[in-house]
């Protein structure tokens, strides 16, 4: 009789921040090649083999996570996974904005973000964040664009070739 093969726990992990090894670093290539090929290919299925051989198949979303993952390391970033509770908290919530929570409550309150008060408490759902975030994040891209358009149409880069005007 051999011993146990120990499990590995899938149970779900507090905040945990991965670093590339420099001895990984073809590996990780490897493997990020051969994900962009799976991604470029929409017929094929993306699974995981498990330790005993069994086909486990990957939804989208997961693989996008992989893929991704992959990316980074490929290009030597660390990669932070922290799991996510649907439903955040205003502090939680205003921490992944990066604002007060007093800003975020002017938020919800105004209706800029839904959330929900069972009782004494409000709560925001991961996923009203994040569309708040992209939508804030592209007014900002759409306001810079115009600021640049503007700033060419009044002729403000010419002001620029050349030495700085004098104050005095």
């Known amino acids: 009789m051999g011993t146990p093969t120990p499990r590995r726990s899938t149970t779900v992990r507090g905040p945990k921040t991965y670093v590339p090894s420099p001895e990984s670093e ?5 493997f990020a090649a051969q994900l962009e090929a799976l991604t470029e290919a929409s017929a094929d299925r993306p699974a995981l083999i498990g330790p005993h051989n069994e086909l486990i198949p990957l939804p989208p979303e997961a693989f996008e996570v992989l893929a991704q993952v992959y990316e980074a390391m ?4 660390a990669i932070h996974v922290a799991p996510l509770n649907a439903q ?5 919530a205003a ?4 604002i007060s929570r ?3 409550v002017k938020l919800l309150e105004s209706g800029a973000i839904p959330f929900i008060k069972p009782g004494r408490h409000r709560y925001v759902r991961i996923d009203d964040l994040i569309e708040y975030a992209e939508q804030l994040r592209t007014r900002r891209s759409e306001n810079l664009d115009q600021m640049a358009r503007d700033a060419e149409d009044d002729d403000l880069y010419e002001l620029l070739d050349g030495p700085p ?4």
């Open 88 to 92: 955040l908290t205003t502090q939680e």
């Open 26 to 30: 073809s590996a990780i290539e490897k």
């Open 165 to 168: 005007p004098k104050m005095r």
């Open 74 to 77: 490929k290009r030597g970033l």
């Open 102 to 104: 007093p800003t975020l």
């Open 95 to 98: 921490n992944y904005l990066g």
